[in-house]
Structures are given as C-alpha cells and as structure tokens.
C-alpha cells in the first residue's frame, strides 16, 4: 500500500518523546514500548476469519486485514502494563474514521479514567496541539460481539471505527492502569498544521510534554482518590 510506511507516527511520537523528556531533564521515569512489525503478506499471515490469541489470552476474530494496527498494539499494551506504569499512553494513526470526525486538525483522545477530560484538552490548547475526547462507554463493546472468540477486531459496518478501536484497545489494559489512547488523526496534513510547515506533522510529542510537565493528570487523580 502506498505510503504504508507512515504508519510509524505512533512509534516516532513515542520515541521523539522520551528523547524530549531526556533532553529536558524531566524527573519523572518514562519507557517507550515502540509496536514495530512489518506489514508483508506471507504464508502466516491472518485472514479474515481467523482466530488470534493475544498475549493476554484474550481470542481476537479478524475482520479486516487493514486494520492491522490494532493488533499490534493490543500485545504492546499488554506487555507494557505488566511493568504497572502510573500512566500509559499509547499513539497510533489508527482510524480513519477519527479523520473523517475531527479533520486532520485535532486529533482524537481516549481515556478509562473520566476525571483525565480537563488535563486533556487544556494540554492540547496550552501546546497547540488540540485534541477532542471521545466516549469510551462500555456498552460500545456490543458492536465487538464474536460467536466464535472473545471479540471481534473491529464491526464489520465501520461506524464509529475510532471509538470501537478504542474499545477493542481497552481490553488489553488493566483496569488499575490509567491510560489515555490517542487516535492521530493530525499526523499528517497538507500543507502542515499550525506551527509545524511540513505535511508530517509529528503531533503529540508537544502535547504529551505539556500533559506530563504540566502535573494536571496526577492531580486529577489524586482529586478521585485513583492514584496507583
């Protein structure tokens, strides 16, 4: 597929910001799990159909073979919250249907801790880098329901494909682990975006300096007594 190849914008996000975080010298302990696969059709490769154990046992139907993303991230995941991080966030350019919602101008949040809203969106007007947050509620996973495994990897019709990706990613995040998705949908734009003149944007890095620095999201969770 052309221009498969930026599809990396969520590891380049997670890495570009560690080496920010360093190079600020931030006090505060942070890991980048980079979900590196390559994309190539091969004699073991999934089809529709098929059934995928993930690494947390969870059995995965696959729907379409595009929607590779999340299957890639739902072992990261995973294996990231096994080190019981105080937050994970994970980037991915994931849907199109966050594109077809926000534009190329916003990008979409996630989060299964709800007091997060406020330190959210104040993190992306603060940094220029906005972000619009989506629900997360769990009677979406009705749309995800496999007769044959645990869940479908995504709904066959494609409506709201952001928020059910979402909601297939949180299943591979424990419930005591507070996370927050970003679904990229400002990763690449013509023309750039805002401060950034150059068609690939690398949004999120400025962002998630801003949430992290800023301290709001500990504060929030100390506010609704969920601090790990």
Not at 33 to 42: D, K, R, S, Y
Not at 117 to 141: I, K, M, N, Y
Request: glycine fraction near 6%; charge should be negative.
């Amino acid at each position: 597929m052309l221009d498969m190849h930026t599809d990396m914008a969520g590891s380049a996000v997670a890495l570009a910001t560690v080496i920010a975080l360093s190079e600020l010298r931030s006090p505060q302990p942070a890991e980048a799990w980079l979900a590196i696969t390559e994309n190539n059709i091969g004699p073991n490769a999934y089809r529709p159909q098929e059934i995928v154990r993930a690494l947390n046992g969870t059995t995965i139907q696959v729907i379409h073979t595009d929607a590779e993303g999340r299957m890639a991230l739902a072992d990261t995941l995973a294996l990231a919250a096994r080190a019981r991080p105080a937050l994970m966030i994970d980037y991915a350019t994931l849907t199109g249907a966050c594109v077809n919602a926000l534009t190329e101008r916003y990008s979409g949040a996630f989060t299964n801790r709800p007091a997060f809203a406020d330190a959210l969106l104040t993190a992306g007007a603060a940094s220029g880098e906005r972000v619009w947050q989506f629900p997360l509620d769990a009677d979406f996973d009705s749309d995800l329901t496999s007769k044959l495994a645990d869940i479908m990897q995504c709904a066959v019709d494609g409506k709201g494909d952001h928020i059910l990706a979402a909601r297939f990613l949180n299943r591979f995040v424990p419930e005591t682990v507070p996370w927050v998705h970003l679904d990229l949908s400002s990763a690449t734009r013509n023309g750039g975006l805002a401060h950034v003149p150059t068609d690939v944007t690398g949004f999120g890095v400025r962002f998630t300096l801003q949430l992290l620095l800023d301290g709001r999201w500990r504060t929030a969770l100390r506010r609704r007594k969920e601090a790990p």
